[in-house]
């Protein structure tokens, strides 16, 4: 039998097992019965593999189809097929590949196979309308598919963020960031662009909610003892872009997984035997995005109501974050409407080429102030909930190699402090353009130093 159209054996393996190769297998093993191939006692039981069996036993049976190991009945009751000849010219029947349980048709159906054809037909005809279903939500996601193309080439100059740079050379320079901001401001959209842009090959999203527990990182077992991969395994260990949203909203024990992961770039995988350890490739980006900063320090955030983000995550991001709120360019774009050029969105604070040439001395800057910033934390009578630890100097060098000033590295630092705790150092939260979606950290730095060498932490404004 000759199926146009028909999938090699190395498509079946790249199809997904439930949206792909199940429906695919079920089309033939219709295309069989209507050809009269299968009687519909063979049919049922191929169905019943395909509904309950593995991917390796499908994948058994589409190669055991695709090599016409499927046999007949003629006439006479005797069992016609493909199977090589032997000696006394009768054809003999190869067997399934192992693993695969599918019974051998007989030459004819006992008296019990019979009285239930009805049965059988009336299973066949909801399994064929199953089929028709799942063809028709096919071809229905095809056609969104084909829309949403329609649309990109529509709209081929796609508007960006105004963060978007910002938070691009976050990822490029420490693979991860972490990005916070309301509701609809295109965090997740940002992330596809980003995707793009730093030329990934594969794009995953989870949505870290209450619900979701390690076994959607780090795999599962089926009920026969099959280790389950995920798509964010494949990632971590092979590249591509991973967007973790929701990330305020998380389980404690899965955000504890990810720690080792976005620190150590290792993650466990215990149920995977013989290669427990799944270690994060060069070419994987990491991208957090959540409404709030992880506490009650929610500048930002006001009104989400979320969980309280372990300090041991947040130092991940210490200085690898960045403040995505409304942006009135994309509004009018979206809307319909000219770019209004008077909104001005600032832009990181540079280096002068001069400087660059000469990079130790604004190292050095930044380690001065980093250093003071970690002693006025480590006193005993502030008592506040922040850390600058090792990575606040290793990102920020990174950072100011890359052209930023010691100022503006410190500026992303302190994004996450509450109002009360920058007010104690000489700094202050900018809500002034709130409404263009400009939220900044103004710093006098005369104050700031005092505010650090202020053993007491009196106000300095």
């Not at 960006?160 to 965090?187: I, S, Y």
């Not at 590249?239 to 973790?244: K, P």
Request: glycine share 8%; charged share 25%; proline share 3%.
């Amino acid at each position: 039998m000759i199926i146009e159209n028909k999938p090699t054996t190395k498509l079946y393996k790249d199809m997904k097992v439930k949206t792909e190769l199940r429906p695919e297998a079920r089309k033939i093993i219709n295309k069989l019965v209507e050809l009269g191939e299968i009687s519909r006692s063979r049919a049922s039981d191929y169905r019943r593999q395909i509904k309950y069996g593995s991917k390796n036993t499908i994948l058994n049976l589409m190669t055991s189809l695709e090599e016409n190991m499927i046999y007949t009945e003629d006439e006479s009751g005797s069992s016609q097929g493909n199977g090589e000849s032997q000696g006394n010219g009768e054809s003999q029947p190869r067997p399934f590949p192992e693993g695969n349980t599918l019974p051998m048709e007989q030459g004819a159906q006992s008296p019990q196979v019979k009285n239930g054809d009805k049965q059988e037909q009336r299973i066949d005809g909801l399994e064929q309308k199953v089929d028709n279903i799942a063809e028709m939500i096919s071809q229905g996601m095809l056609g969104a598919q084909q829309g949403n193309q329609q649309n990109q080439a529509i709209q081929s100059e796609e508007i960006r963020h105004w963060q978007f740079d910002r938070v691009k050379l976050l990822l490029e320079t420490n693979k991860l960031a972490l990005c916070v901001g309301e509701a609809g401001t295109g965090k997740t959209h940002m992330a596809e662009q980003l995707s793009k842009d730093l030329n990934c090959k594969q794009f995953h999203a989870l949505s870290l909610t209450s619900g979701m527990s390690e076994a959607h990182l780090t795999g599962r077992m089926n009920v026969m003892g099959e280790f389950i991969d995920t798509e964010f395994l494949n990632i971590v260990e092979n590249g591509g872009f991973l967007l973790l949203d929701e990330f305020d909203n998380g389980d404690p024990d899965v955000m504890n997984g990810l720690n080792s992961l976005l620190s150590n770039g290792f993650i466990s995988v215990p149920l995977r035997k013989d290669n427990e350890l799944a270690l994060l490739h060069d070419d994987t980006y990491i991208l957090c995005t959540a409404n709030t900063w992880g506490g009650s320090n929610s500048s930002g955030g006001s009104g989400y109501v979320r969980k309280q983000i372990d300090l041991a995550t947040l130092n991940r991001f210490t200085c690898s974050k960045a403040y995505v709120g409304f942006d009135s360019h994309i509004n009018n774009y979206l809307m319909g409407l000219p770019r209004d050029e008077s909104i001005k969105y600032p832009k990181p604070t540079k280096l002068t080429k001069a400087d660059m040439l000469d990079i130790l001395p604004s190292i050095k800057e930044m380690q001065r102030i980093f250093t003071q910033v970690r002693k006025y934390i480590m006193c005993e009578n502030m008592q506040l909930r922040q850390l600058c630890s090792q990575r606040a100097f290793i990102q920020g060098s990174l950072l100011v190699r890359q052209g930023w000033t010691p100022t503006e590295v410190l500026r992303t630092y302190l994004l996450d402090w509450s109002d009360d705790e920058l007010k104690r150092i000489g700094a202050r939260r900018d809500k002034s353009r709130e409404e263009n979606g400009i939220i900044s950290v103004k710093i006098s730095m005369t104050k700031f130093w005092n505010g650090l060498n202020d053993g007491n932490g009196d106000d300095n404004e």
